[in-house]
């Protein structure tokens, strides 16, 4: 089972960028789902999670009111709408699915996700 990440790319200070994540060759869509980003030299920081039942996102203050992060069951996919970029904003991105009955105080932690994607480069210039 794999995550796909895309929608990365440059874009200039106040932009936005949606990013979105796919599962394939299985499903994850009854567990919780996060969104990480990591520059080089640095650890991985969170960024933003969403349980499975799609309500209630929880943001690192970094982001929020800027970021949002939704979910389609159907589709198995989460998405990442970035708004009001900032250089700071520049990172890998990745997605991730969290281990079954991972709770939403629990998904800001890297050790709580199992399955990672490959990541999708997001560039904000200034």
């Known amino acids: 089972v794999q995550l796909q990440a895309s929608g990365g790319g440059l874009v200039q200070a106040g932009g936005s960028l949606r990013l979105s994540c796919t599962a394939s060759g299985g499903t994850f869509s009854s567990q919780g789902k996060g969104w990480f980003r990591q520059t080089p030299g640095k650890e991985r920081e969170f960024v933003a999670a969403?349980?499975?039942?799609?309500?209630?996102?929880h943001y690192a203050d970094s982001v929020k009111g800027r970021f949002t992060m939704s979910r389609d069951n159907a589709k198995d996919t989460v998405y990442l709408q970035m708004n009001k970029l900032k250089p700071d904003d520049t990172a890998v991105y990745y997605c991730a699915a969290a281990r079954a009955g991972t709770i939403l105080s629990s998904l800001h932690l890297v050790r709580s996700y199992d399955y990672w994607g490959q990541g999708t480069l997001v560039t904000v210039s200034s």
């Open positions: 969403i349980r499975w039942g799609g309500d209630n996102p």
